[in-house]
């Protein structure tokens, strides 16, 4: 019998090599590793609704900083004017102005404080759901005939729901509601 | 193996390529090792046919030398022919070759003597073209000629009674070099690469090597029946040394029998010399060297072959080795790669710890996926980001096109105004110069001065009006371009990580509102204002109130209108400072009173007016700061009086309205700073030592006036 070449010792060695770090069964552990990937989809949404949280306050901060000086602009200009009429105020384009982008500058800041208890609200409704997934995923690993069809269409259902917010701040400019400067103005005073 | 690889080494010194011009070397040297091949293997008979055909050769070379038209042979080649011949000759002496001698001529040996005839033939006719024509087809065909007729012999059968067994050995190793020789010829093996002919030697097997080449004849023979090396051998050193006769061959027996030529041993050795053990020789720079002529790769075949095949089968091993580790590693690094997948997958899908897992409350108690942070993270947009900024940049610049425009009108209105207000004070001058009969209209107007300076007046105060449309028009786009702008900037503070805000349609705004106030500026006119001058006549009844008005200018105390005003004065020049800033309007005795106050600061923004008498007064005080700020206008005699404060800072922010006369008065107080935000025109502030406080649109326009 012809004696093996080095190379086909080489490649019989790698083979049973390579044989040996490949996983033993896939299918062995089927439901615990789609409970895992539901789990790192939740886990990475709640991330990104958190800091789309973040981003959300970040902006509101800044909104309500802009806010402020315009407020402290208007107050000095109709003090140094004597203005104390709407009227007169409406007439004064620093202070009109001032009061049209107060108003806008609002209704933002009121969009971006419901954003804020929305993804709050999310983030919460994702660590329940990451919690029951961890559960079950004890229960998987020493039971065996678990059922998590329920579980994952439940989180499938939540993730495809918060999906869209998760990579950006969605606000609609059309959908706010801007107040009218002499409502500012009286806001104002 | 060993005597392999001393054949070899032996074979591979007799190379030379470029140090013996002739073709007639290699057959002398081919003889000479003839000779002593057959010497060494106890075959008396065919030692004395072959020294006998050497005889002949000798003969034929000595003759023909003499004859060749190639260049002379060197001194040390015919020396060494003669050592050659002396050797053999010495050889001969010590064995019976005479005894054989006749019979070696019958049988066989006439065979090959008739063999060597043609080849003396052909070295001789050959001889004088050697150095001119190469070998050609033609000397092939002789060389058929030659194998035809040793073929022709051996076909008449078996040889004569003379003839032993190793005569007929000889006839058939003759036959198959002969055969081996044409198989070369007919393959044109001399054009092959030696690459390939390496290659094919090392891999080809069996009998195709003999048929393909001739030299691996030699060599299989010499390896497998070293000692039975038999003349055929010669025979055919001989025949490839004719067959490559047009470049000089040096042919050598042994290294013992004969000394190769210094030269051919330096160039002929194949660089390949791991495997020789003769130190004495010099190895060849490269292997190219040796197989630098079509000659030189012929002849050195069979040892290069050797060495090749050698070096060969060694390197092949190593590359089957380095190939075999190679797809090893490769694949050990495939199985290592596919294992830390693996684990990376486990890991990550692996479920947090419950100290990790999120609490209730929210926030901070978020898993940690650190990693998609950073890269799902949606940075701004540069885009819009970039569009909005140069929007609010494009918004500002215009704007601040808008407030040049602006302050260029105040000007032109404040300097009407100062017009207006000169052509009054003349009318008053000249009223109060005259008698007052003039004071009618008509008599007013009889008098040139008068009546031009009323015209002056209407005129101007016309211009005024018709430039506050403008003004007021500046003013509210200006103020629009600054909300656009503003808005641009907080469009970009959110648009960073805010989606659906709608950028373009802003920006298509901007544009819009852009050409429009661009359009407002290029389109200034005040010819389409409707305006209604000022009658004449209404003029001069304001010139004739303030004419019957006493005259603030000459230093006289205004009448005290207010018990209170006189009760802080009395408290104030009886020591009690204390509701000085409530003080309305200022006496000169109060004022005298108030300069006594040792105080740094000294703030009466109640004031509305100053006569120059109080403000003299006044300037007695050695405070720093002096605050005026309830003052709404500010004479010439007053400021006058003011300018010779020794304090440091001035406030009379309360002035909107300066008369050249009174900058050009103000700016000769010697103070650090002066006040005068609330001032929306003025003429240029001389002083440079002293701080002048305006408001933003003055300070911007003096600023453009100045560039």
Redesign the interface.
């Known amino acids: 019998m012809k004696r093996p070449t080095i190379i086909q010792r080489a490649l019989l060695l790698t083979v049973v090599l390579a044989l040996t770090v490949l996983p033993v069964s896939a299918t062995a552990k089927a439901i615990g590793d789609q409970l895992r990937r539901t789990m790192a989809e939740i886990s990475l949404l709640n991330s990104q609704m958190a800091q789309r949280k973040t981003d959300a306050a970040q902006t509101r901060d800044a909104l309500a900083a802009r806010l402020e000086e315009l407020k402290t602009e208007a107050r000095k200009t109709s003090q140094e004017q004597g203005i104390k009429l709407a009227a007169k105020a409406l007439k004064n384009p620093r202070i009109y102005y001032d009061l049209m982008l107060m108003a806008e500058i609002q209704a933002y800041i009121d969009r971006y404080t419901q954003k804020i208890s929305y993804y709050r609200i999310a983030c919460d409704r994702l660590s329940y759901l990451y919690q029951q997934a961890d559960d079950d995923l004890k229960l998987v690993d020493s039971l065996s005939g678990m059922k998590i069809d329920a579980l994952i269409a439940q989180a499938e259902k939540i993730l495809d729901g918060y999906l869209a917010d998760a990579q950006t701040i969605t606000i609609q400019p059309h959908s706010l509601k801007v107040d009218a400067p002499q409502n500012m103005w009286e806001a104002l005073e | 193996m060993k005597g392999k690889t001393k054949e070899s080494d032996s074979e591979n010194r007799i190379i030379d390529t470029d140090q013996s011009p002739t073709h007639a070397e290699p057959v002398i040297h081919a003889a000479a090792r003839m000779e002593t091949t057959t010497t060494a293997n106890d075959d008396e008979s065919l030692d004395a046919e072959q020294q006998k055909a050497f005889e002949s050769i000798m003969a034929q070379i000595e003759g023909g030398g003499a004859d060749a038209d190639t260049e002379a042979p060197s001194d040390d080649f015919s020396a060494e022919l003669e050592m050659v011949v002396n050797e053999a000759a010495a050889a001969e002496a010590g064995g019976p070759m005479d005894e054989t001698g006749n019979e070696s001529d019958q049988g066989l040996d006439a065979d090959q003597q008739k063999a060597f005839e043609n080849i003396m033939t052909q070295i001789e006719g050959g001889g004088a073209d050697a150095d001119t024509e190469p070998p050609s087809d033609d000397f092939s065909a002789e060389l058929e000629m030659v194998v035809n007729e040793a073929a022709a012999a051996e076909a008449g059968g078996p040889m004569d009674g003379t003839g032993n067994e190793s005569d007929q050995g000889l006839d058939a190793d003759q036959q198959k070099a002969f055969e081996s020789i044409m198989a070369q010829i007919g393959a044109k093996a001399p054009e092959k690469p030696s690459s390939e002919i390496s290659e094919s030697d090392s891999t080809a097997v069996g009998a195709n090597e003999q048929e393909n080449h001739p030299t691996d004849v030699i060599r299989d023979q010499s390896v497998a029946e070293a000692e039975a090396q038999d003349v055929s051998d010669d025979i055919n050193l001989i025949l490839d040394a004719i067959t490559s006769s047009n470049e000089p061959v040096s042919v050598s027996a042994t290294d013992a029998d004969f000394p190769s030529p210094p030269s051919a041993l330096q160039s002929g050795e194949p660089a390949t010399s791991e495997e020789n053990p003769s130190p004495g020789y010099p190895t060849l720079p490269s292997t190219a060297d040796v197989n630098s002529g079509p000659t030189a790769i012929k002849n050195v075949r069979p040892e290069a072959e050797t060495v090749e095949k050698a070096t060969t089968s060694v390197g092949g091993t190593r590359k ?2 380095f ?3 190679a ?2 590693i490769g ?2 690094a ?3 790669y ?2 830390w997948r ?1 684990k990376n997958d486990v890991i ?5 710890s ?1 100290a990790d ?4 409350d ?2 901070a ?6 990693q ?2 950073g890269p ?3 940075d701004l947009p540069p885009s819009d980001h970039a569009q909005l900024k140069t929007a609010a940049e494009k918004l500002h610049r215009l704007r601040g096109t808008l407030l040049e425009k602006q302050t260029e009108i105040q000007a032109l209105r404040a300097y009407y105004q100062a017009g207006i207000d000169a052509e009054i004070a003349g009318i008053v001058e000249i009223l109060h110069k005259t008698s007052p009969s003039e004071v009618a209209f008509g008599a007013a107007m009889d008098h040139p001065l008068i009546s031009l300076g009323l015209s002056a007046i209407q005129r101007r105060d016309n211009y005024i009006t018709k430039l506050a449309n403008p003004l007021n028009d500046l ?2 786009s ?3 371009l ?2 656009y702008a ?2 641009s900037e ?1 469009l970009a ?2 648009v960073g ?6 950028i373009d349609g802003f920006l298509k705004q901007v544009d819009e509102i852009s050409a429009m106030h661009g359009r407002v500026l290029a389109q200034l006119d005040i010819d389409a204002v409707p305006s209604s001058p000022l009658e004449l006549e209404s003029i001069w009844q304001q010139i004739v109130k303030r004419l019957q008005e006493p005259p603030h200018r000459g230093g006289k105390a205004l009448p005290v209108r207010s018990a209170e005003d006189v009760a802080i004065w009395k408290n104030i020049c009886a020591g009690d400072f204390s509701q000085k800033h409530n003080l309305t309007e200022l006496s000169p005795e109060a004022a005298g009173c108030l300069a006594q106050w040792k105080g740094k600061d000294l703030f009466l923004n109640a004031l509305t007016q100053l006569p120059a008498d109080a403000a003299r007064q006044l300037a007695a005080w050695e405070g720093d700061w002096l605050g005026l700020n309830g003052l709404k206008e500010l004479s010439a005699d007053a400021a006058m009086q003011l300018s010779r404060w020794k304090g440091k800072k001035l406030s009379l922010n309360g002035l909107s309205r300066l008369s050249p006369r009174v900058v050009a008065i103000l700016s000769e107080w010697q103070g650090d700073q002066i006040e005068l935000v ?1 001032v929306k025109q003025m003429a240029h502030w001389e002083n440079p030592n002293t701080r002048l406080f305006l408001s933003e649109d003055l300070h911007r326009g003096q600023n453009t006036t100045r560039k």
């Open positions: 089957k080795a190939i075999a580790l797809v090893a694949l050990l495939l199985a290592g596919v294992q693996l990550s899908k692996a479920p947090l419950t897992m999120p609490r209730p929210g926030v108690a978020i898993p940690p996926p650190a998609p942070n799902i993270t949606v003013l509210w200006s103020e629009s600054l909300f503003r808005k907080m503070l959110m990580k805010t989606s659906d805000l709608d609330n």
